[in-house]
């Protein structure tokens, strides 16, 4: 495809998933952020690519060239003229993929071993914080999501922009319990249950 290749080989991956019931219908392994963030995975992505292409780019580097632009069945037009098709018809129909289902695996399972598990202990922490907060304060469910998020963004206290929308807040001592409430949900260090 023009576009979209990586894009699609990694929602293949988490379809493959589900498919085989590896992960429950609906989850979506978020493999692109690990592939993002984490050094590794970053490096190792392109590495594997090139461990199949490198090898076949350099073996039919004189195999292709650009002709006249034709339009073919499937509505592509393209110059593109690969004159080796029947000897590289191995590469497509029996590809080492070795490598690529070593990394898939070892990135499969570091999303869901740590970028998952932590996503999860943040939404942990996040729902006790509302149970706290509306322990000091009973709330909406969606006010108590806008305090947490100013107030952690804000470095523990009520922003001016905060006291402002809630008038309440104006009571220092009030204040006061609704930003201990947050803090102590996200400092506390006990270990929290990922799931209920």
Same mark, same amino acid.
């Given at each position: 495809?023009?576009?979209?290749?990586?894009?699609?080989?990694?929602?293949?991956?988490?379809?493959? %998933?589900? &498919?085989?019931?590896? @992960? !429950?219908?609906?989850?979506?392994? !978020?493999?692109?952020?690990? @592939?993002?963030?984490?050094? /590794?995975?970053?490096?190792? +992505?392109?590495?594997?690519?090139?461990?199949?292409? &490198?090898?076949?780019?350099?073996? +039919?580097?004189?195999? $292709? &060239?650009?002709?006249?632009?034709?339009? $073919?069945?499937?509505?592509?037009?393209?110059? %593109?003229?690969?004159?080796? +098709? /029947?000897?590289?018809?191995?590469?497509? *129909? $029996? !590809?080492? %993929?070795?490598?690529?289902? @070593? +990394?898939?695996?070892?990135?499969?399972?570091?999303?869901?071993?740590?970028?998952?598990? =932590? #996503?999860?202990?943040?939404?942990?922490?996040?729902?006790?914080?509302?149970?706290?907060?509306?322990?000091?304060?009973?709330?909406?469910?969606?006010?108590?999501? *806008?305090?947490? *998020?100013?107030?952690?963004?804000?470095?523990?206290?009520?922003?001016?922009?905060?006291?402002? #929308?809630? !008038?309440?807040?104006?009571?220092?001592?009030?204040?006061? *319990?609704?930003?201990?409430?947050?803090?102590?949900?996200?400092? =506390?260090? /006990?270990?929290?249950?990922?799931?209920?």
């Amino acid at each position: 495809m023009i576009d979209g290749n990586g894009r699609i080989h990694r929602f293949l991956i988490s379809d493959t %998933l589900q &498919r085989d019931n590896a @992960i !429950p219908p609906g989850v979506i392994v !978020p493999i692109s952020a690990t @592939i993002t963030s984490v050094r /590794e995975f970053e490096h190792g +992505y392109d590495r594997v690519l090139e461990v199949f292409s &490198r090898p076949f780019m350099r073996r +039919y580097d004189t195999a $292709y &060239r650009f002709g006249d632009l034709l339009t $073919y069945e499937d509505g592509v037009r393209s110059n %593109l003229v690969f004159d080796a +098709y /029947e000897d590289a018809s191995h590469a497509w *129909r $029996y !590809p080492d %993929l070795t490598e690529h289902v @070593i +990394y898939t695996a070892q990135l499969v399972a570091h999303t869901m071993q740590h970028e998952m598990a =932590d #996503e999860a202990r943040v939404l942990a922490r996040f729902k006790l914080a509302q149970q706290r907060i509306k322990a000091v304060l009973e709330m909406p469910d969606a006010d108590a999501v *806008r305090m947490i *998020r100013s107030v952690k963004e804000s470095g523990w206290r009520v922003s001016g922009k905060l006291a402002k #929308e809630y !008038p309440r807040l104006d009571d220092k001592a009030l204040a006061l *319990r609704i930003v201990e409430a947050v803090q102590s949900a996200f400092e =506390d260090r /006990e270990p929290l249950p990922i799931v209920e």
